[in-house]
């Protein structure tokens, strides 16, 4: 069985920001676009989908009126050629949910949940496209089969438009008050 066989035609062309936006969002499911090129992201596991809700969920309780965390939603980090991007999690200004997809400007920060098969690109390639794209706030998550998951977090340096590192934290998620989300210094 050969790749054309399997994936779309439409998988193996490079595609306008206009196309994108036009197709169902069936179809964007499970997708990135990255310079105008489909790419096809694998499917998360179970726990990993896990960590992602109860980390939006925690952050969306802990941000004020102001601010939305949500899962599953398009980062549109540059228009020609199209790169959208899917972060496991997103905080975002809270007048913006209907923008679709989100634009860098209104997104506060971006926090992907490291899996197998996406180490590279949550590790080096997103961090820079992210930076780029100015957004001010990126945290990595990484998921060790034992123990508690350990983020990463990274600062914006505006002038250069790269990420300085922040803090190493052990993540443990509480639903106590006063904040559903505490981080704990290792």
């Known amino acids: 069985?050969?790749?054309?066989?399997?994936a779309p035609?439409?998988?193996?062309?490079?595609?306008?920001?206009?196309?994108?936006?036009?197709?169902?969002?069936?179809?964007c499911d499970g997708i990135e676009i990255v310079d105008g090129m489909v790419v096809a992201s694998p499917s998360a596991s179970k726990r990993h989908n896990r960590l992602a809700r109860l980390l939006a969920n925690a952050l969306d309780a802990a941000a004020g009126p102001d601010w939305n965390a949500d899962t599953d939603c398009d980062v549109r980090l540059q228009d020609v050629p199209p790169?959208?991007?899917?972060?496991?999690?997103?905080?975002?200004?809270a007048e913006t949910p209907d923008l679709t997809p989100t634009r860098p400007e209104h997104v506060l920060l971006v926090v992907e949940v490291v899996s197998p098969g996406s180490e590279t690109t949550d590790r080096i390639v997103k961090v820079d496209q992210y930076a780029k794209a100015g957004i001010p706030f990126y945290w990595r998550i990484e998921q060790p089969t034992t123990g508690v998951p350990i983020a990463y977090t990274y600062v914006l340096d505006p002038a250069t438009k790269t990420y300085r590192d922040g803090e190493m934290f052990t993540d443990v998620i509480k639903t106590a008050a006063p904040f559903p989300v505490t981080l704990m210094r290792r």
Not at 83 to 93: F, N
């Open 9 to 27: 035609a439409w998988m193996h062309s490079q595609i306008n920001a206009e196309q994108y936006d036009s197709w169902p969002e069936e179809q």
């Open 1 to 6: 069985m050969t790749a054309e066989m399997v």
């Open 83 to 93: 790169t959208d991007r899917r972060p496991d999690v997103i905080v975002y200004r």
